[in-house]
């Protein structure tokens, strides 16, 4: 069965600075991988759709990354504004083969706090 | 375009009551879900439609049924709430596996 890991839980970081948000996944069968944003009482946000046969993406300051091989994607978040607080949801959909083809399995989430 | 619709997007029911969720999607995408979200346990599959015509149970059907309604309409109803079905539910819509799935707004349904 797919598991979604995101680290950190929660990041606090000052206005102004670059961070990592991480996203592990154990089955490397996977169609593709998928970031969302959800703010607090909303629904979610798409941000960014990696296929499995692309490395990266890049949106504005958002760049997300996908190693399928080892399981792993990133979300670079450039120059952080106090409006990037929000938590972020990393989702993958796995391959064909397997019951759960095609419905994406969720992380937890990341709480992102970008204070002033 | 609205994206993704939902209504309500707030319910109180009794335990034993039961009610519809509606969801609709303007962009002619083929298959639809539904979700709930709960603290701790993060966002689980109720129910899912792959294209019109049809449906099928996700992780946590128990308690609920669904109708895909047209190609633009999909319902999640409960026919005797309980208060483990508490939660915020929410729709998702996609045209096919290699492209963005999008969600509603949400429903926060509270079940005493």
């Known amino acids: 069965k797919q598991e979604v890991t995101q680290i950190p839980a929660a990041l606090s970081v000052p206005e102004g600075e670059n961070l990592v948000l991480n996203c592990s996944f154990t089955?490397?069968?996977?169609?593709?991988l998928q970031w969302f944003r959800q703010d607090p009482g909303k629904g979610l946000t798409s941000l960014l759709l990696?296929?499995?046969?692309?490395r990266e993406q890049t949106s504005g300051r958002l760049n997300a990354s996908l190693d399928k091989s080892s399981g792993r994607s990133t979300l670079y978040i450039a120059a952080s504004q106090p409006g990037d607080s929000a938590t972020y949801l990393c989702?993958?959909?796995?391959?064909?083969?397997?019951?759960?083809?095609?419905?994406?399995?969720f992380g937890q989430g990341t709480i992102l706090t970008v204070h002033p | 375009n609205a994206g993704v619709t939902q209504t309500p997007k707030f319910q109180v029911l009794k335990t034993g009551q039961s009610m519809t969720l509606q969801c609709a999607q303007d962009?002619?995408?083929?298959?639809m879900y539904w979700y709930r979200q709960d603290p701790g346990m993060g966002l689980r599959l109720i129910y899912y439609?792959?294209?019109?015509?049809?449906?099928d149970k996700g992780e946590v059907p128990n308690g609920y049924n669904v109708s895909r309604l047209n190609k633009r309409e999909f319902s999640l109803r409960l026919e005797s709430a309980a208060p483990s079905q508490t939660s915020v539910y929410f729709c998702?819509?996609?045209?096919?596996?290699?492209?963005?799935?999008?969600f509603g707004p949400g429903t926060r349904l509270t079940v005493t």
């Open positions: 989702a993958v959909r796995p391959g064909a083969g397997g019951t759960s083809y095609g419905k994406l399995t």
């Open positions: 089955d490397s069968a996977i169609y593709n």
């Open positions: 990696i296929q499995s046969s692309q």
């Open positions: 962009m002619n995408h083929n298959s």
């Open positions: 439609s792959a294209s019109e015509g049809t449906t």
């Open positions: 998702a819509s996609h045209r096919g596996y290699e492209y963005e799935q999008y």
